[in-house]
């Protein structure tokens, strides 16, 4: 079992940054992957970005690619997302997630189903 918690979100000028946060609870392995998505309003959840618990692999979504990073800290045992170059369009709340059968595939999964816990999200919005 594995409950994560999010925090960080709030309320940016475009062009502006944020760190997201996601601590978790309970046991986390290595070959975990904790992954961030957004949800904007009458929109599916979408993949952000997502890692290995152990820090390596990760992958990101073509629209955060070279703005947003992110990153595991496993003596916290948290993950942070850390955003640069906010746009309008990355207003959304957003969630981390867990895939502990990670094991099973090379790169962390980009897909909600994927994933197996869930925090409750984080609302983050840019002004233009």
């Known amino acids: 079992q594995v409950q994560l918690i999010e925090s960080g979100g709030g309320l940016v000028q475009a062009g502006g940054s944020l760190r997201l946060s996601c601590a978790a609870s309970?046991?986390?392995?290595?070959?975990?992957?904790m992954g961030w998505f957004r949800q904007a309003p009458g929109k599916e959840r979408e993949f952000v970005a997502a890692i290995k618990w152990s820090g390596v692999k990760a992958v990101y979504a073509d629209s955060v690619e070279g703005r947003f990073i992110i990153s595991t800290e496993i003596r916290k045992n948290a993950a942070y997302l850390q955003m640069n170059g906010l746009q309008p369009e990355d207003a959304a709340v957003y969630y981390c997630?867990?895939?502990?059968?990670?094991?099973?595939?090379?790169?962390?999964?980009?897909?909600?189903?994927?994933?197996?816990?869930w925090g409750q999200g984080t609302q983050v919005t840019v002004s233009s």
């Open positions: 309970g046991r986390m392995f290595s070959y975990h992957a």
């Open positions: 997630g867990v895939d502990t059968h990670a094991s099973s595939y090379d790169s962390p999964a980009q897909v909600p189903s994927a994933y197996d816990y």
